[in-house]
């Protein structure tokens, strides 16, 4: 079983300046469901990290491929499953950016979180507005 879900965005920034923004992972902290975020080196493939949603138990991730200032792939292992999120960014016309974000849910015990990536959905729209309008105030802040 394999669950897949895509969704972009266009950010009035240049691709650099968004790049930038999201490999700082502090700056996943304006999501108020996020508690806390670490990244253990530099934003580069094989480094770990992880995310403590509130009221949620830790998640460990590792960066599996970083395209500098173009692309990410993030995967969470869970038993019998793994969850890739696949980001991207790619130059607009006048200085602005498209961000993507794709994720996917696969492997032989996928379906035992369904009812998680289904709230992924639901939720990544919003997330990704939300995250353009940071990285848009802290383009205007600099």
């Not at 995967?75 to 991207?88: D, K, M, S, Y």
């Amino acid at each position: 079983m394999e669950w897949e879900f895509a969704h972009s965005v266009e950010c009035p920034v240049s691709r650099e300046f968004a790049w930038q923004f999201w490999t700082h992972v502090d700056n996943w902290m304006f999501d108020p469901s996020v508690e806390a975020v670490t990244l253990d080196g530099p934003f580069a493939a094989g480094t770990t990290g992880t995310t403590r949603p509130r009221g949620l138990d830790l998640i460990n991730w590792q960066l599996i491929e970083v395209q500098d200032g173009h692309s990410a792939i993030i995967e969470i292992n869970l038993p019998g499953a793994v969850v890739t999120f696949r980001w991207q960014f790619e130059d607009l016309p006048n200085t602005a950016t498209r961000i993507s974000q794709r994720v996917t849910l696969a492997g032989e015990r996928a379906e035992d979180y369904i009812a998680g990536a289904a709230e992924l959905e639901k939720g990544i729209p919003a997330g990704m507005r939300q995250f353009v309008e940071e990285i848009t105030k802290a383009a205007q802040v600099k």
